[in-house]
């Protein structure tokens, strides 16, 4: 079995910053692409920032410029740094990794969700 677990979401004034947290444990013996994704009150749930296991990143350009994605390997951790929040930003916001479990198997697997709150 594979968990994921965030961190670090919370409340947090327009112009602020918040760093999010996803460690990914249980029987894995690669993570490829990881990414965060987040859904709004009524909306569909939307990629924010992804990362391939060599570190080439991808933003949509609504975040583009205020969020960063980075992992640590070694950790099997998945971080994104958020700059410049704004409202429009709050939402509840998930990992997702996509990686080979010990045995060879391929799985995706999400996290629980963090709830992300700006205030204007």
């Known amino acids: 079995q594979v968990h994921l677990v965030e961190s670090g979401g919370g409340l947090v004034q327009a112009g602020g910053s918040l760093r999010l947290s996803c460690a990914a444990s249980?029987?894995?013996?690669?993570?490829?692409?990881m990414g965060w994704y987040r859904q709004a009150p009524g909306k569909q749930r939307e990629l924010v920032a992804g990362?391939?296991?060599?570190?080439?990143?991808n933003y949509p350009d609504s975040v583009k410029g205020r969020f960063t994605i980075s992992r640590d390997n070694a950790k099997n951790t998945v971080y994104l740094q958020m700059n410049s929040l704004q409202p429009e930003d709050t939402a509840v916001y998930y990992c997702?990794?996509?990686?080979?479990?010990?045995?060879?198997?391929?799985?995706?697997?999400w996290g629980q969700g963090t709830q992300v709150t700006v205030s204007s």
């Open positions: 990362i391939t296991s060599g570190g080439s990143t």
């Open positions: 249980g029987n894995i013996a690669s993570i490829n692409a």
């Open positions: 997702n990794a996509d990686l080979i479990m010990g045995w060879g198997r391929p799985g995706n697997y």
